[in-house]
């Protein structure tokens, strides 16, 4: 009794170690340390964008429209005399929830989906597999705007027509891990041991999935980012006054030669924010998968 009470005491630590372990690797990666950096500042800025913004980002001046930078706006006005500086900081909530949220929920679809498969097999693989492929088959940006157009514009509808796209790729993540593992030694012992088939997916299949689910999820935000700008862009997005990184890109297309700014600030934002979650999936494939261990960053 003694001796299980000492080890399940052990267990948080050496999580905790693991995970200090990781995140010190990823600093060492220079591609996901930069990564990392881009991600806090973005956080930073949609956290503490009602103390950043220097206006009021829906706060109209129409005596000073499509004015270029000054001390008053550092980047300028928009089209009706708004800040573009304090609706940058603000966007970054928007392309912040619905790339995290959408990814969220396409995960969750997309590992239940893929372990199912992976553990049932039989018709029950097949059928979600063909339906996985049939909804792969269809073009992404097709589907997201016939999705987008049925539901109408908002962000909740965005969030899930995006998770509609993304689960995907979870699912045949989550499928090929399971059968890779689903007849190894400590899962027949589960079995045998009278273990349920819900038990054996969730306690003993999922946990050794993780590793590339959590590198396909952080890749993953930037595509649903990408996704939210481009839904905006073609005006599906969150609508006005609320400020988006892809509706500011929109408006201030017609504006590229009088204010540049104007849709260069909201395209480069999108472009860091991208790259970002590129340059911390990237990381996290060379710290998580052990047959690239050997070459870049180790755990030590």
């Given at each position: 009794m003694a001796i299980f009470q000492r080890n399940t005491k052990v267990k948080p630590a050496l999580c905790r170690t693991g995970a200090l372990a990781v995140s010190a690797a990823l600093l060492r990666h220079k591609s996901a340390g930069?990564?990392?950096?881009?991600?806090?500042?973005?956080?930073?800025?949609?956290?503490?964008?009602?103390?950043?913004?220097?206006?009021?980002?829906?706060?109209?001046?129409l005596y000073h429209v499509l004015q270029g930078p000054s001390r008053a706006?550092?980047?300028?006005?928009?089209?009706?005399?708004?800040?573009?500086?304090?609706?940058?900081?603000?966007?970054?909530?928007?392309?912040?929830?619905?790339?995290?949220?959408?990814?969220?929920?396409?995960t969750v679809i997309g590992v239940f989906l893929g372990l199912v498969a992976g553990y049932k097999g039989g018709l029950i693989d097949g059928f979600?597999?063909?339906?996985?492929?049939?909804?792969?088959?269809?073009?992404?940006?097709?589907?997201?705007?016939?999705?987008?157009?049925a539901l109408g514009p908002g962000i909740h509808n965005i969030i899930i027509a995006i998770s509609?796209?993304?689960?995907?790729?979870?699912?045949?993540?989550?499928?090929?891990?399971?059968?890779?593992?689903?007849?190894?030694?400590?899962?027949?012992?589960a079995r045998a041991a009278g273990a349920s088939g819900w038990r054996i997916m969730f306690q003993h299949l999922l946990p050794n999935s993780m590793a590339p689910l959590i590198v396909a999820s952080s890749i993953t935000v930037g595509g649903a980012?990408?996704?939210?700008?481009?839904?905006?862009?073609?005006?599906l997005g969150v609508q006005p006054p609320t400020p988006s990184w892809g509706e500011a890109l929109r408006v201030g297309y017609s504006?590229?030669?009088?204010?540049?700014?104007?849709?260069?600030?909201?395209?480069?934002?999108?472009?860091?924010?991208?790259?970002?979650?590129?340059?911390?999936?990237?990381?996290?494939?060379?710290?998580l998968d052990p047959r690239l261990r050997g070459e870049g960053d180790k755990i030590k």
């Open positions: 930069a990564g990392m950096a881009i991600i806090w500042m973005l956080l930073v800025m949609a956290l503490f964008a009602p103390w950043l913004s220097p206006h009021d980002p829906n706060e109209q001046d706006h550092l980047l300028g006005t928009d089209d009706v005399g708004r800040d573009l500086l304090s609706r940058v900081l603000y966007g970054a909530r928007i392309s912040l929830i619905v790339g995290l949220l959408s990814t969220l929920t396409a979600i597999m063909r339906l996985t492929d049939t909804v792969m088959c269809i073009p992404g940006l097709i589907l997201l705007l016939v999705m987008a157009a509609a796209l993304g689960w995907t790729v979870f699912a045949r993540i989550t499928r090929g891990q399971v059968l890779m593992v689903r007849e190894l030694p400590y899962v027949e012992a980012i990408m996704l939210e700008s481009a839904a905006a862009f073609l005006g504006y590229l030669e009088i204010v540049p700014l104007f849709s260069l600030a909201p395209g480069l934002m999108i472009t860091l924010a991208v790259l970002a979650f590129n340059f911390l999936g990237d990381g996290l494939r060379d710290v």
